[in-house]
């Protein structure tokens, strides 16, 4: 029924994963709350503004005049893409998490059973994955040589890495996706 934040931003994923074993469901809900804070801590960060919220419920504690119209204008014009990942329950209100979502450019998931949780996770994670970037190499080394090996890694503790041989044509400059 209030909000606690559990975990500072990290890339530690053990550290952030230890702060949630001990979390059990109970009690009032504080989602427009827990959102609203969630807002807040965004607008510090640099770069993409995703907030991915998982409920198996409604608001239950919102104070007397909130507006969802009014949170979703904020988070729109912070910048902010919701992804809600609601547990259906009787207490689930999906119409509310589909608004959040649609209004701001995020998505709207839905787990029929707590088995399908971690699919709906996974695509999510897929959905902010989706981007493709584009990179242009201009090489330093002989215009003339036949080929150049190269290893390309993107990201941070999940990083991807890529080792391909790149054959020059008769330009200075290769683009790879």
Not at 90 to 95: A, T
Not at 125 to 146: K, N
């Amino acid at each position: 029924d209030t909000v606690q934040t559990r975990s500072r931003w990290t890339t530690n994923l053990q550290a952030a994963a230890a702060t949630l074993a001990g979390i059990s469901a109970g009690g009032e809900t504080a989602l427009f709350a827990a959102i609203q804070a969630g807002l807040k801590d965004l607008q510090s960060c640099d770069g993409d503004r995703r907030l991915v919220i998982f409920t198996d419920g409604c608001d239950t504690v919102a104070p007397r005049g909130f507006s969802l119209a009014a949170l979703t204008s904020e988070l729109r014009a912070a910048g902010v893409q919701v992804f809600a990942i609601g547990l259906q329950t009787r207490d689930l209100d999906p119409h509310t998490l589909q608004r959040l979502a649609s209004d701001t450019g995020g998505n709207y998931l839905q787990a029929a059973a707590p088995a399908d949780i971690a699919a709906q996770f996974l695509e999510t994670r897929r959905q902010l994955r989706s981007e493709f970037y584009r990179l242009v190499l201009t090489p330093l080394a002989d215009p003339g040589a036949p080929s150049l090996d190269l290893r390309v890694t993107v990201g941070g503790a999940n990083a991807a890495a890529v080792n391909t041989t790149v054959q020059f044509p008769n330009s200075s400059s290769i683009a790879s996706k």
